[in-house]
């Protein structure tokens, strides 16, 4: 108990590169019998799935089973990992029109919000939680929102506790935004992208001038000291730039701009995307996006098409499906329906492999945690789901889901409002609470 | 963004009947012989009359495939017949006449024409500019006098991506910022140079309503700013719209002395209160509910149906008892304090309580979907211990929202006579899977998957939007 204690202050003190697991499964479980989809490889009939002290310890068709493992017959079934939604607001919004509860977006200095850390307000009693859970989502990508540079995202699984608990990595990305002039206080799309330039620009000369930045010696800069030093790692390379972006000629632009200063460009929306995935492909940007959208809804996003995911992964890029439905599946309320965002996708022209790959192993590579999530393989993240058929199926339940090797049976708020109403009083006063 | 402004509005509807299935007695005929009569209010005035005409209808029949009708159980393997626009036969077997197309539906589904009654689409158009955000007369707490159809764009771009999701009749609202919110039109989705060609011949029009938030949030400090402000609102203009129609009526059967003068407002309201308008009520909160309920019996109209109900579930023995039917989501909710009890049951939990459940978008996204939608809502009543039949749920999409629209009697089934409005989908439409290949309007094929080059393309979209660029 002492090392673990000790292991996990090591691990808080580097900066979430590694999470603490809580609670601490100790235990063995075996998971036989279904058909099981590593996602790194292909299915296994009548596979077995090992998870001891919270990770995966085996996978395959012939594995001896561990004396002592707790049984979970999976005959008829299928196991896969834990499913991946890699832009949500969950639990940094609860509701969103009351704004004592909306943690997604800073002030910043001039629409440059770099050095947010979003996750510092993340509420894991946020009751928006456990429904995701109980339908498959494992683990999420908490991502800021708003502004031209709207701050860094985490990556969390979704398990009890706090924060810390939760954490898988952060930051795991920058979050910047090519939308509307207006709203990012500028007047045209080329300011938008003469802002990051500017802000790229600074960065650069503030990382080799800290020292005179400091001493008062420089120019002014177009960001405060706080957000350059968390730019410092964008223009290194080592943390990648999500850009939210939904025009042809701004996803262009942006590719333009992220190769000039050598930065890892993720694209998010990207209504038009379908329209140059080719170009995308060749320069391996990967793209987040849906498929349950097809609304013209503003003039950068008439290109704005239900196919875009199948198109994009079609021409070789590396997708990662999430909400986009416009009005529903992108609330925190419904980050669960990943999972109708893929049989979307495959019904508009995905394979129904690489819908399932775009919910786990796709995301865990755009964010480079392949190694802890997104696959059944040894060594990663205990997280598992049982599934009564068809993931992506409505009449499909999810009969089983291990994060970090422990099942989760909880009721949701709304199993409980459901558990009181169900029945009637011939009153109106309310049920007996049940 | 957009479903957020939609969301701020809602409907209510007074005029239903019995809560039972089906029966809604045929609409008065329209008095279209108002012309140069602007100055007097009669009942039924027809002042923007339908010029809808049918588009060109094939006799056809599909068979080999398995039919929901709405009206019975999934007739598998079976066929149907459609001439002149109508629905001739279906069964295990039609006589298909010598001239017509024969479409295999290769053990396929069909149903009815999705029926979604609450739409914005023409009103809150797409791209979402400010010109063309026609949705909320935000000017007055009370708008009866506003009508939505002198809001709709035909050329809006959603029209014809709700055709490819397979609806067939829209009800199209203004928005819930107001108290009342104006006059609704039911329009077919078909393509049109104008929103009367577009309009469903001898539909009732709709009277939206909404209650609590949205109204308070956008007056505060100039109108209402308070939920019990909201309900003396209310309660106001049923008092004055009562004494306006006393007058009319009185005046409409002696033509004694000069007419009274004629005001919009009150008389949309009146209307409602002569049963000639159904009363279409955006309404979150259980509590809320039945005091609209009474408010609607104080005042002798009826709910025809509450809109994004989410605690419906809380008083579905209410809803059954009244007659009033329950538009909602599946699974939208928490985005503001009245959403904030918004449960995956409410429809199996509405339905088994005996109340009718539609299942209605509120956006023209969700609109396309509205199959998935129920498929979402079964699998949350088979969790909780009330199993719904996928005949059932055929009918949230189609005689439900039909009935609420006081259409039950030409739309939202497969029965000889009624209208050809239909859909042929790819698979069983409960399935995620599942895409409309065809769609039906009337008898007239509007929508073919495999024909691209026909398929229904706005004025707007020629030249901005791009297609087949892959």
Redesign the interface.
Known sequence: MNSYRHITRLVIASSFALAASLPLAAQTIAITGGKVYPVSGPPIENGTVIITNGKIAAVGANVAIPAGAQRIDATGKIVTPGFVNSSTQLGVQEVSQVSDTRDMSARGKDNIAAAFTVWEGLNPNSVNLAPARKEGVTTFVVMPTGGLVAGQAALVDVVPGTTTDMMIRAPIAMVAEIGDPQQAGVNSRGELIVKLRELLDDTRFFRIHRDAFDRAQTRPFAASRLDLQAMIPVIEGRLPLVVTVDRESDIDATMRLAREYNVKLIIAGGAEAWMMADKLAAAKIPVLTGAMNNIPAGFAALGQRQENAALLRKAGVQVALIGNAGGGDEEAFNVRNLKQEAGNAVAYGMTWDDALRAVTLAPAQVFGVADRVGSLQPGREGNVVVWSGDPFEFTTRVEHVFIRGHEYTDKTRQDMLMGRYKTLPSTHNNPPSQ | M???F??LLAGASACASAPSQSTTSPSPARDSSNVGRGGTSTPNADPFPSTYVPFPARTTVIRNVNIFTAAGPLIRNGAILLQNGKIVSVGATVNAPADALVIDGAGKYVTPGIIDDHSHLGVYA????NALSDGNEATNPSTPYVWAEHSVWPQD??FP?NLAGGVTTLQVLPGSANLIGGRSVVLKVVPGRTVQSMKFPGAKYGLKMACG?NPKRVYQGRGPSTRMGNVAGYRTAWINAEAYRRKWDKWNADHKGDPPSRDLGNETLAEVLRGNILVHNHCYRADEM?QMIDIAHEFGYKIRSFHHGVEA??????LAKEGISASIWA???????EA??????NMA?VDH?GARVIVHSD????S??LN?EA??A??AG???GIPVSEERAIQWLTINPAWALGLDDKIGSLEPGKNADLVLWSADP??????PEKVWIDGAMLYDRQDPSEQWRTDF?LG???FN??
């Not at chain 2, 904030?340 to 049951?345: F, I, M, P, Q």
Request: aromatic residues 12%; glycine residues 6%.
């Open positions: 957009r479903a957020y939609c969301l797409a791209p979402g500019v771009p959603q991506r938030e039945a579930y809380k008083i579905a023995d209410l699974d939208w909710g928490s985005f503001k304090m904030l009890d918004a449960v995956k049951g939990l309580a956006d023209p996204s969700g396309q979907r998935q498929a979402k079964m699998a088979a969790e909780l409960f399935s995620v899977y599942a895409r979209e901005f939007v791009p660029r892959n």
